[in-house]
């Protein structure tokens, strides 16, 4: 079941996947959140030979970004404040730390810190989730630069902000959907007719 709690509909796989045309069941909203795009300064770091794309996330891929990412959960009723309260490119991840209680303190009502990770940045990940979730108690979501870059004006590739959006809202405490209670219960609710 998906749809505003007052007006739910149904939602049934189609070619073994989930195709959401729906908005959420119960959307929180973010108000206050911040995006940092990171770039790997480590000289080993190799790129995959089949990536073609940007290293990290640049200013106009930052606006594109957030763009199409509000525009998404508008669509499924989930409202993303249009302006980050925060957003930073930075080099490397050493300063990480430093940088979220930075946020902490500057932004009290900061609810979200996404953060775009650059091309093989799984040591960024799991640093940004340690100093966000464990260290600060700020939530976090990443996203690979590989997905953050895409042409979202191709509607194709907007399934990538969907399914982010869906990630956030839960992590917000919001309920992307539930299961209809005649999946769950079928014989009960057949016996109480």
């Known amino acids: 079941m998906y749809g505003p709690k007052n007006r739910p509909g149904k939602e049934t796989p189609r070619d073994r996947s989930w195709k959401i045309t729906k908005q959420m069941l119960d959307p929180k909203e973010l108000r206050e959140w911040a995006l940092i795009s990171y770039i790997n300064n480590d000289p080993k770091k190799k790129w995959p030979a089949r990536y073609k794309g940007p290293a990290h996330l640049n200013d106009r891929g930052i606006e594109n970004f957030v763009y199409y990412l509000v525009k998404a959960g508008g669509e499924k009723g989930f409202f993303i404040t249009e302006h980050p309260c925060y957003t930073k490119i930075e080099t490397g991840f050493l300063g990480t730390n430093k940088l979220f209680g930075n946020l902490k303190a500057s932004y009290r009502d900061l609810q979200l810190i996404i953060v775009v990770l650059p091309v093989d940045g799984d040591d960024f990940h799991e640093e940004v989730k340690h100093c966000g979730d464990v ?18 004006s191709d509607w194709r590739k907007r399934e990538t902000l969907v399914n982010l959006c869906l990630k956030i809202n839960a992590k917000l405490g919001g309920t992307t959907c539930a299961i209809d209670r005649e999946v769950i219960y079928p014989q009960f609710l057949v016996s109480q007719s």
């Open 135 to 152: 260290a600060h108690g700020i939530t976090t979501q990443c996203i690979k630069v590989e997905h953050a870059s895409n042409d979202f």
